[in-house]
């Protein structure tokens, strides 16, 4: 029997298995990915301070001190379902099971797919694919290829893409579909976009995103978008363009981008094929909650946080007693945010399991840093992250009223 068994060996997990390590608890860390890490592993860039984020090192650093403490890290685990019995918890795996008395769901976010004609060709991936091949694997993902969808995330990525020596010919929008809508609708991209400009090289495009955040801006803006896109480390961002097929017989060969109205409507006998030979396509992220589900987790759909999320408290309990979560499946932000939840999940259920005042005071200061790392954070997938965490955290105490 395990003190504490931890689902996810990303930042939010490895940082709440030292937590729990410092402490003695008998732990164990399951992973289906063969290396510890998580999506730190594909993480490179530049902050606003021009520090550079290298997601490889601050994941080396993470599990070289859960090693320090002899946590157990099992990788090649995937988790498949959690048995809740009377007075503990059994998590079963492809291998064995492993029983314990407190879980830890930190199994992060996945990608939701924007669907385009022609999506299934050979060299048609997701933005995080090419970004785990790119940076974890280091293999070239193609020659000339282009980005559809326009958010924080294929922001940051392209990014990385380039400083790997891959050519990007742009980033544009996906042509309107049910699935798509407002990914295709330059105006609600426009409002997002004006969240992440400071990351902009360009101090023009930065000084405009100051104005850009009022919707009269916006509309201002859109009506004088050029027609070669606005640059960002040299690659034009198309937000008056979006791409309707992906072309080839045997693998990627076109897209056909065509021009759409500020509303996201095509405009006929505009269609242009631009040769590339691959395509990322970057629909967002939402959190990956499948398992907490499967453990009998209440949740909460919130757009603030990325979609449905478990309801929890800001120790990271669950309405679930022994049940706990941290990183993205609570919603989609930083990792530097994930490392801190899990920092906190990780006291949390020190608190619980061996009831001592220090710890009490450990876990305020931890919940008081997660706040200040977010308030701090250079990159915000959604901008009303607070307001999400606000009906959450409301809807857990209603719950327990």
């Known amino acids: 029997m395990h003190d504490v068994v931890i689902i996810g060996a990303g930042p939010a997990g490895l940082a709440a298995a030292v937590q729990c390590r410092k402490h003695d608890l008998s732990v164990v860390v399951l992973d289906e990915f063969p290396k510890a890490g998580g999506r730190l592993l ?21 599990v070289q001190e859960a090693r320090k403490f002899q946590t157990d890290i099992l990788l090649g685990y995937p988790v498949h379902h959690i048995e809740k019995l009377e007075n503990h918890f059994v998590v079963h795996t492809n291998k064995k099971t492993f029983p314990a008395k407190k879980v830890l769901i930190a199994t992060g976010a996945a990608e939701t797919a924007a669907p385009i004609p022609g999506w299934t060709l050979p060299g048609v991936m997701s933005i995080g694919a090419a970004q785990v091949m790119t940076n974890v694997h280091r293999v070239s993902v193609g020659e000339r290829g282009i980005v559809i969808g326009v958010n924080v995330l294929s922001a ?15 980033m544009v929008l996906p042509a309107r579909n049910v699935v798509s809508d407002d990914q295709s609708n330059p105006r609600v991209v426009m409002d ?7 990351l902009a090289p ?15 801006a916006q509309n201002i803006a859109l009506k004088h978008y050029p027609k070669d896109g606005i640059k960002m480390w040299d690659m034009p961002i198309h937000l008056l363009k979006a791409v309707k097929q992906i072309n080839g017989t045997d693998k990627v060969e076109s897209v056909t981008m065509v021009d759409v109205t500020m509303d996201g409507d095509i405009i006929r006998n505009t269609e242009i094929e631009v040769p590339v030979d691959f395509v990322c396509i970057a629909g967002g992220l939402y959190p990956l909650s499948e398992l907490a589900s499967v453990a009998g987790c209440s949740f909460k759909y919130s757009e603030e946080l990325g979609g449905h999320v478990p309801i929890h408290n800001e120790k990271m309990e669950t309405q679930v007693d022994g049940i706990y979560v941290a990183g993205n499946i609570t919603g989609i932000e930083s990792s530097k945010v994930a490392r801190d939840q899990g920092t906190v999940a990780g006291l949390s259920m020190v608190q ?50």
């Open 42 to 62: 594909g993480q490179l860039h530049e902050e606003p301070n021009g520090e550079w984020w290298n997601g490889v090192k601050e994941a080396g650093k993470l």
């Open 156 to 170: 940051a990525i392209a990014r990385e893409l380039q400083l790997a020596g891959t050519e990007l010919h742009s």
């Open 192 to 198: 997002r976009l004006s969240h992440i400009a400071h």
């Open 202 to 216: 360009s101090k023009f495009i930065q000084f405009g995103s100051k104005f850009a955040k009022f919707k009269f």
């Open 352 to 401: 619980e399991l061996l009831q001592t005042g220090d710890v009490r005071v450990k876990l305020e200061q931890a919940i008081a840093q997660v706040k200040a790392t977010r308030d701090a954070a250079s990159i915000q997938f959604h901008p009303e992250i607070k307001i999400g965490r606000e009906k959450v955290e409301r809807a857990f105490h209603e719950q327990h009223a």
